[in-house]
């Protein structure tokens, strides 16, 4: 099997051996921040081999997404934020790993087998027997998308930083989560930020992507811990709606001042079908949208995320990974699911050879 599994939360071992998937072509990817492909440890003196481009912590969910507004059918799918990144990722060939809980239970298995066959490793996946795989509703109207959970007391929500395995952080070149990997619990809001402080010690680069749900937390609880998060990323990745009402502010580049006054070395500002305003703290560019046949926007703002470290990863320049992202998300809104639409690469090349020309 290619999970850890444990009754109580402390009992792990087994790995999960993950199949090959597509490199980047004649180039592999470039890691300017470390010396050749190892990191620096917490420990003084070790090197960690770099085996991850992308790794992200989190919950999956299982998805019932409705197929018409009104109408009482919906679309079985996989969903959770980090999850639909992390497979975003590997469909653009980034080295992908995961680290979660799962419910020993039949949608915990479709999730491990779907996994492997995205090829992201889940070596850093426990299963557990005392609780639940968390599972939510997506139904659409004129206004967009609603989420409705059923996730109180799942497996994720047990995660706890003394279980996490920093043997496969210390070993990615980047490290993201969410403020939903934050939401479900204060156990998990602490194992994300032991996750920050593991890959930072490592010579990794952190990742966060704001993903505000006030179902799941109180907003001034909320804003505590996403700009503590915040502050520890060289990548932010919020939509604008969520800087919006963490920030108290309106304008997009008011926005990133805020964000990069809390100390975010990048911030790459979603915008939904306007595209995104990217900054490096002294230039800007704001990246139009791409005109789509869009159906579905439920893991747009995830596939922005993924592809976009996924480029990172491979070298490009955040300008270059970014417009690269923009497209991706675009193209993940013309299907239904958040997985099921997520793009490769030929057609993201595509799309973004079509708007040069």
Sequence with gaps: MGDRRSGPPEEVGGTFPSRGIETFGAHPPVLPYFSGHFGNSEMAGEKTMIRFDVLALGEPMIEFNQTRPGEPNYLQGFGGD???????????????????????????????????????????????????????????????????YLRAGSAASRMRPEDLPRELIRAA?????????????????????????????????????????????????????????????????????????????????????????????????????????????????????????????????????????????AGESLWDAARYANAAAALSTTGFGAVAPLPMPEAVKKLLAGARN
Excluded at 110 to 138: C, I, K, N, P, Q
């Design 82 to 148: 980090t999850s639909n990144m992390i497979i975003a990722a590997a469909r653009q060939g980034a080295r992908t790993a995961y680290v979660t809980r799962l419910g020993d239970d039949a949608f915990g298995r479709m999730f491990l087998e779907l996994w492997r066959s995205e090829a992201v490793d889940t070596a850093g996946v426990d299963v557990d027997a005392s609780a639940h795989t968390g599972v939510y509703f997506v139904t659409h109207d004129a206004s967009g998308h609603v989420f409705s």
């Design 173 to 313: 070149s980047f490290v993201q989560a969410s403020g939903i990997s934050m939401a479900i619990s204060a156990s998990a809001a602490d194992s994300v930020l032991a996750a920050f402080d593991c890959a930072r010690a490592a010579g990794a680069r952190v990742a966060f992507d704001s993903n505000l749900r006030l179902k799941l937390w109180p907003l001034a609880r909320a804003r505590a811990l996403i700009t503590a998060a915040a502050a520890m990323s060289d990548y932010f990745f919020p939509s604008i709606e969520d800087a919006q009402a963490l920030s108290g502010l309106k304008d997009a580049d008011a926005i990133v001042d805020w964000a990069h006054r809390l100390g975010a070395k990048a911030l790459l500002l979603k915008l939904g079908s306007e595209g995104a305003l990217v900054s490096d703290g002294t230039t800007r560019e704001r990246l139009a949208g791409y005109k789509v046949r869009a159906v579905d926007a439920t893991g747009a703002g995830d596939c922005f995320c993924g592809a976009c470290l996924a480029r990172l990863a």
